[in-house]
C-alpha cells in the first residue's frame, strides 16, 4: 500500500516537472524572416542565430536568445533587445519589422 501511494506520488511530480520544462522553454519562437518596410532591412531568426540583412551594405549573423516577450541580438559591439508585440512583430529602437509571410 505505502508502496502504491509513493509510485504515485512520484508519477504526479514527474509529470508536474514535464509541464513546468515544457512550459518554460523560453518563450513565444521568433523563427522567420522580419522586415521593415520603412527602410527594406530584414531580420531572419533560424537555429539560433539572426541575420541582418542590410541589402548593398552587406549581412551580419549574431546569436540570439529568447526570454518571455524579448529577443536579446548579440553583437560584439553591443546587444539589441527587440519586444515581441501582440500583434507578432518585434521592436527595438523605435523600428518596427513586422513577420514575412
Do not use: E, H
Amino acid at each position: 500500500m505505502q508502496t502504491r501511494i509513493m509510485r504515485r506520488l512520484f508519477m504526479i511530480g514527474m509529470a508536474f516537472w514535464v509541464a513546468a520544462s515544457i512550459a518554460g522553454c523560453g518563450g513565444p519562437s521568433v523563427d522567420g524572416k522580419y522586415v521593415n518596410s520603412m527602410s527594406g532591412t530584414s531580420i531572419t531568426f533560424s537555429g539560433g542565430k539572426a541575420t541582418l540583412d542590410l541589402g548593398m551594405m552587406g549581412k551580419s549573423t549574431s546569436d540570439y536568445t529568447v526570454s518571455g516577450n524579448t529577443v536579446t541580438v548579440k553583437t560584439p559591439v553591443t546587444d539589441t533587445v527587440f519586444t515581441i508585440n501582440s500583434d507578432g512583430s518585434i521592436t527595438a529602437n523605435g523600428a518596427t519589422f513586422k513577420k514575412a509571410s
